[in-house]
């Protein structure tokens, strides 16, 4: 019994090893880099103040390992950005955008990443306090990088940016402005990510503006063009419905306008999995209505 | 016989367990089939853990793709499906070798009790002629245990549709949903009672699937719940090993995933001993039984 075991196991230790050596894919390199995410995410709960600067530089040393011992992965131009983001939690701003930088340089053929490598070294800028150069860079993504995601959301990102530091001025000529633009990005890619994109920005603008009907209407727009799975997986369909109910009836006090959409959406999908929970919806914002309209005729 | 000479009365289960340790001590010959299968198993969970990575990645790579998702071929959300993906491939493991390699167990057992030399070899060869009727006796109790599963699993959706957040009807919801592995833990200790007795009277009658369930159920009539409790006695390693997998593996996701693993492979050895003790307390009680009546 005990050869048998001892076969046994080294069968099993010899297959272990035999299998992890000849792997060449990125499996080894997700590992390393989860640990390391791990202890980045630590780090970003913390006070920075609090922090020891080797803390920092411990993290930034063991994503410069992985990229010296994967070179050529996948995930590798991706950790660049990672070190990036730790002098930038650092607050060491010139080397963040040395890490930065180097993205552009190293990969300038990944578009998104680039994109994603000028808004962090933007961010230096802005943390620095010294607005005017991060807007430069901000407006320099969406014009070269118009078709990343990075890019789309920089219209909304430079409004929220104004409406966050209380300039009501400069945040309604933002907004005019990225609502203007998302409208003529979903004008020029009809029926495509990049419209789906836009809309969804376009709505997010609509609500911080307080623009509750313009709002709700891009998003019964969303979800009937785009019922897809691709687009609106449950998650998102649940969410999608719930902001509309939510905003129809509590801002807008209107039962007319979801039951409208999802009239719309069942006339167009009659197939679609969510047509039942629809038909439901219908149904109780229909009573939620009536009930609405003989509580307002009570008298006192 | 050295264990026969205690005579095991209805009833005197610390006796039969004393009984079926000293032989599992003495007789290491039992242990082999178990070993077996343990192997089979592990090399299994090992291809399954290698499954994302290359070259095994280019078989399986679709398969979980297909089925649990993108994610789940990376690290380390193809730690936490192992267990699942494990589970389904133990159910082929079990229908065609695990009851066979245990019904190899329970014929050395025989020999041992008929005083016959241990010929390990012939043994196999021998069951093998047995092993149409021990795969039905697999698939008649996977069916049982994999229909009460699903029928828990129906409960619990309705239990977590309960809306009060106090009271008795949320006690019995917080039972049902939080207390899911070991609630699973006593599907799996009753299906193992009911059909206790179908594989070694398989083997040791050299008899048919449905007249050795048929009399399974007759012995199960008269000793219920002295299987009952030496199923029970047997599990209780196996239930330490649930409570630390209930609480440590949220902990392990986002420290060291691996523990899952490691926590899976103590669990299968574990549970091929579990096995190893029950077939062997249920052959001695089934001879024992067979030689008084």
């Known amino acids: 019994m005990k050869k048998l075991l001892v076969l046994f196991g080294l069968i099993l230790i010899g297959l272990y090893i035999f299998l992890s050596e000849i792997d060449t894919s990125d ?15 630590k780090l ?41 983001n730790v002098y930038l939690l650092k607050k060491d701003f010139t080397r963040a955008r040395e890490s930065y930088l180097k993205i552009i340089s190293k990969y300038p053929e990944n578009q998104e990443l680039c994109a994603e490598a000028l808004v962090g070294t933007a961010q230096t800028y802005e943390r620095e306090n010294n607005w005017t150069e991060a807007l430069n860079i901000y407006e320099k993504v969406q014009d070269e990088y118009p078709l990343t995601m990075t890019g789309l959301n920089m219209p909304l990102y430079i409004a929220s940016y104004y409406q966050r530091n209380g300039d009501l001025t400069q945040g309604e000529k933002a907004f005019d402005t990225a609502i203007s633009y998302y409208k003529d990005v979903s004008n020029r890619y009809p029926s495509s990510p990049m419209e789906f994109n836009a809309w969804r920005l376009l709505a997010t603008c609509y609500f911080s503006r307080k623009n509750w009907r313009e709002g709700v209407e891009v998003l019964g ?9 691709e687009y609106l997986n449950s998650a998102r369909a649940s969410l999608l419905i719930k902001f509309i109910n939510t905003v129809s009836v509590t801002q807008l006090q209107n039962y007319d306008i979801p039951i409208g959409i999802y009239q719309e959406f069942i006339n167009k999908h009659p197939q679609h999995p969510m047509t039942n929970i629809l038909r439901q919806m219908i149904k109780s914002l229909g009573e939620l209505k009536s009930k609405n309209a003989v509580t307002n005729q009570k008298p006192g | 016989m050295a264990f026969m000479d205690k005579k095991v009365k209805q009833g005197h289960t610390f006796l039969l367990l004393r009984q079926t340790i000293y032989i599992l001590e003495s007789y290491q010959d039992i ?85 016959q030399k241990i010929i390990l070899g012939k043994k196999f060869i021998e069951t093998l002629r047995m092993y149409v009727s021990i795969s039905m006796a697999a698939c008649v109790i996977s069916v049982s245990y994999v229909g009460l599963i699903k029928l828990y699993d129906m409960v619990v959706q309705q239990a977590s549709l309960i809306d009060p957040q ?13 207390g899911a592995p070991y609630l699973s833990l006593l599907i799996g200790i009753f299906i193992t009672t009911l059909f206790a007795f179908v594989l070694p009277i398989i083997v040791i009658e050299k008899g048919k699937f449905f007249k050795a369930l048929a009399l399974n159920f007759r012995m199960i009539v008269r000793s219920f ?29 986002t420290v060291f995933p691996e523990l899952r693993v490691i926590i899976l492979v103590i669990s299968l050895t574990l549970l091929i001993v579990i096995d190893t003790m029950i077939y062997t307390a249920m052959t001695i009680y089934y001879l024992f039984k067979k030689e008084t009546t």
Do not use: C
């Open chain 1, 27 to 41: 499996y080894k390199v997700e590992r390393s880099l989860w640990r390391v995410n791990n202890q980045y995410r």
């Open chain 1, 44 to 84: 970003t709960k913390k006070d920075p103040k609090f922090v020891p600067d080797n803390e920092f530089e411990r993290i930034a040393n063991q994503y410069d390992e992985i990229v010296q011992n994967y070179p050529k992965a996948k995930l590798t131009p991706r950790i660049y950005l990672q070190i990036g």
């Open chain 1, 221 to 229: 727009k969303i979800l009937n063009n785009y019922p897809s799975q």
């Open chain 2, 31 to 115: 242990w082999v089939p178990a070993i077996i299968i343990l192997f089979i198993q592990l090399l299994v969970l090992e291809l399954l853990y290698f499954a994302p990575r290359y070259p095994l990645s280019t078989f399986f790579g679709p398969i979980v793709q297909t089925f649990w998702g993108e994610k789940y071929l990376h690290y380390p959300f193809n730690l936490i499906e192992l267990a699942e993906q494990f589970q389904l491939a133990q159910i082929p493991i079990y229908i065609f070798f695990s009851n066979y390699l245990m019904a190899v167990a329970i014929a050395v057992i025989t020999d041992i009790n008929r005083g």
């Open chain 2, 166 to 178: 106090k009271g008795i009807l949320y006690v019995v919801k917080m039972i049902v949903v939080d």
């Open chain 2, 225 to 253: 719940w002295l299987v009952l409790a030496i199923v029970i006695l047997a599990h209780v390693p196996f239930g330490t090993i649930l409570l630390l997998r209930t609480t440590i593996v949220k902990f392990s996701d």
